[in-house]
């Protein structure tokens, strides 16, 4: 049974950064392609980044340049280093290969 636990939101203020983490048990975040999404109150979910097995990565246009996703194989978790927030990156954040959701992790930027 795969089970993905997302960690590592919060509440910081404009300008911060967070560090999620995603866990899977069940599947290694090496085999497959992953991808961060969220979703914020009133909106549709919306990818944010992925990355595929051969580490090509690719972003939303709104998190460029501010959001990096990346693996380690040492604990195998997905990551997904958020650097200057802004109030609209309020959201709670998932990963997901695309199949399987966990309850995702809650990101305040205030």
């Known amino acids: 049974q795969v089970q993905l636990v997302e960690s590592g939101g919060g509440s910081v203020q404009a300008g911060g950064s967070l560090r999620p983490s995603c866990a899977p048990s069940?599947?290694?975040?090496?085999?497959?392609?992953m991808a961060w999404f969220r979703q914020s109150p009133g909106k549709e979910r919306e990818a944010v980044a992925a990355?595929?097995?051969?580490?090509?990565?690719a972003y939303t246009d709104s998190v460029k340049g501010r959001f990096i996703i990346s693996r380690d194989d040492a604990t195998a978790t997905l990551i997904l280093q958020l650097n200057s927030l802004k109030t609209e990156d309020t959201a709670r954040y998932y990963c997901?290969?695309?199949?399987?959701w966990g309850q995702g992790t809650q990101v305040t930027v205030s």
């Open positions: 997901t290969p695309g199949v399987y």
């Open positions: 990355i595929r097995r051969d580490d090509l990565t």
């Open positions: 069940g599947l290694s975040v090496s085999d497959f392609s």
